[in-house]
């Protein structure tokens, strides 16, 4: 399943992401940006160091939030060991 990325918006929206490696099915990234168009674009064009020997990624899931710093904090608590598992359950 494909998910449509939406276009960027007037108003200021940060996503929080969730990519999987085409490549490699067990390498998984989260990450957050204003852009997702952009920032997809610059995993799969081996700009970002952490994901650059695993292109092409697939994008899983995204979640829009209003406010920056509820998106690092949602990001933040993606990537702690509960984070881990809510994730595993409901967004993988």
């Given at each position: 399943?494909?998910?449509s990325i939406p276009p960027p918006h007037y108003a200021?929206?940060?996503?929080?992401?969730?990519?999987r490696s085409e490549r490699c099915a067990n390498r998984r990234y989260?990450?957050?940006?204003?852009?997702?168009?952009?920032?997809?674009?610059?995993?799969?064009?081996?700009?970002?160091?952490?994901?650059?020997?695993?292109v092409p990624w697939h994008l899983?899931?995204?979640?829009?939030?209003?406010?920056?710093?509820?998106a690092h904090e949602f990001e933040r608590y993606l990537k702690s060991?509960?984070?881990h598992a809510f994730a595993n359950r409901h967004l993988w």
């Amino acid at each position: 399943m494909h998910l449509s990325i939406p276009p960027p918006h007037y108003a200021l929206v940060h996503y929080v992401y969730l990519l999987r490696s085409e490549r490699c099915a067990n390498r998984r990234y989260v990450g957050v940006t204003a852009n997702l168009q952009q920032r997809l674009a610059d995993h799969n064009c081996g700009k970002s160091r952490h994901t650059a020997q695993y292109v092409p990624w697939h994008l899983i899931t995204y979640v829009a939030f209003s406010e920056k710093r509820i998106a690092h904090e949602f990001e933040r608590y993606l990537k702690s060991g509960s984070g881990h598992a809510f994730a595993n359950r409901h967004l993988w």
